[in-house]
């Protein structure tokens, strides 16, 4: 079975920042990898398809890149609104989340 | 817009039954493929059970094979976990989510998810 190691776990910076996550595939999976979103007490929302694809209505200050086993995933300037954990996915594995503060 | 409802979670001792349904609304259920995935307190998402837009095909995770049936009624709009054998490992979050294929096998992508029920298992 493919795994998907995210990280970090956590993470804390300030309104402006440039925010980066990175998730990494057990073995080459192309760019079939996905990015949500979910705010506490809220549905997920899906963000990014295949690696690097905004969802109609995201903002463009989300964005990724990657294949084979490599992505990241990249808030260019943060917003008091992302706060929320952000999860990768590929097929039925996800990453483990990264939960993302204010500093 | 699309909407997703769960019920059914609560509190169930080990080896009991529960059934979750998903309510959708918003668009056509009946020619989409739908999941559903759970989350266990404090770790991520586990991708549960599959089933095809007009059922005729089910897929389920090791873990939950044998014990779990996903199945959906198109006339109601809605979808079916019935969840027998229950252990304490499947204490969770358990959320609906839509497959965007439409009328075929899943892509495995989760375009839309409800907000989840509650399950716990314990006695």
């Known amino acids: 079975d493919i795994q998907m190691t995210q990280s970090p776990s956590s993470l804390s910076a300030s309104v402006g920042d440039r925010v980066t996550i990175t998730c990494q595939a057990s073995?080459?999976?192309?760019?079939?990898l996905n990015w949500y979103q979910q705010k506490p007490g809220k549905a997920p929302k899906f963000l990014i398809y295949?690696?690097?694809n905004l969802e109609t209505g995201v903002p463009s200050r989300f964005s990724g890149s990657g294949s084979g086993t490599d992505f990241t995933f990249t808030i260019s300037s943060l917003q008091p609104e992302d706060i929320a954990t952000y999860f990768c996915?590929?097929?039925?594995?996800f990453g483990g989340g990264t939960k993302v503060e204010i500093k | 817009q699309v909407q997703l409802v769960e019920s059914g979670g609560g509190v169930v001792q080990p080896g009991r039954s529960l059934r979750l349904s998903c309510v959708a609304s918003?668009?056509?259920?009946?020619?989409?493929?739908m999941h559903w995935v759970r989350q266990a307190p404090g770790k991520g998402q586990e991708w549960v059970a599959f089933?095809?837009?007009?059922?005729?095909?089910?897929y389920y995770s090791d873990s939950v094979e044998g014990r779990f049936t996903i199945s959906r009624d198109n006339s109601k709009n809605t979808l079916y976990l019935e969840m027998n054998s229950l252990r304490a490992e499947d204490t969770g979050i358990y959320y609906c989510?839509?497959?965007?294929?439409?009328?075929?096998?899943?892509?495995?992508?989760?375009?839309?998810w409800g907000q989840g029920t509650l399950v716990t298992v314990s006695s």
């Open positions: 989510a839509r497959d965007p294929a439409i009328g075929t096998g899943g892509t495995f992508y989760f375009d839309y």
């Open positions: 918003g668009f056509t259920f009946s020619i989409y493929g």
């Open positions: 089933i095809w837009y007009d059922g005729t095909n089910e």
């Open positions: 073995q080459d999976i192309n760019t079939y």
């Open positions: 295949d690696a690097s």
């Open positions: 996915q590929h097929m039925t594995t």
